[in-house]
Nanobody
Framework: QVQLLESGGGLVQAGGSLRLSCVAS????????MGWYRQAAGKQRELVAS???????INADSVKGRFTISRDNAKNTVFLQMDRLKPEDTAVYYC?????????WGQGTQVTVSS
């Protein structure tokens, strides 16, 4: 069993920044994959950024150059730094981990970007 706890969402004006954190209940080295998804109202959930090995990947073209994924292995934590936010980044952001062929999700954190 894996627990994922997100924090860092909130309301920000366009052009601002937020940093999301996700703390895992076990070593993140044990995960096949760990990252961030988001789901905007009325849209499908999309993969934003992820780690599948030691290097992180920004998966969503719409956030490349603005978002950065990083991690602190000692604290079992993955971060999503979001800069130059746009109203279209408004969504619920979910931390995700794949462990032993099972998928685990955090409870989600709301990010709202006002114009």
């Amino acid at each position: 069993q894996v627990q994922l706890l997100e924090s860092g969402g909130g309301l920000v004006q366009a052009g601002g920044s937020l940093r999301l954190s996700c703390v895992a209940s076990r070593s993140i080295f044990s995960f096949n994959m760990m990252g961030w998804y988001r789901q905007a109202a009325g849209k499908q959930r999309e993969l934003v950024a992820s780690f599948t090995d030691s290097s992180g990947t920004i998966n969503a073209d719409s956030v490349k150059g603005r978002f950065t994924i990083s991690r602190d292995n000692a604290k079992n934590t993955v971060f999503l730094q979001m800069d130059r936010l746009k109203p279209e980044d408004t969504a619920v952001y979910y931390c995700y981990a794949r462990f032993r062929y099972n998928d685990y999700w955090g409870q989600g954190t709301q990010v709202t970007v006002s114009s």
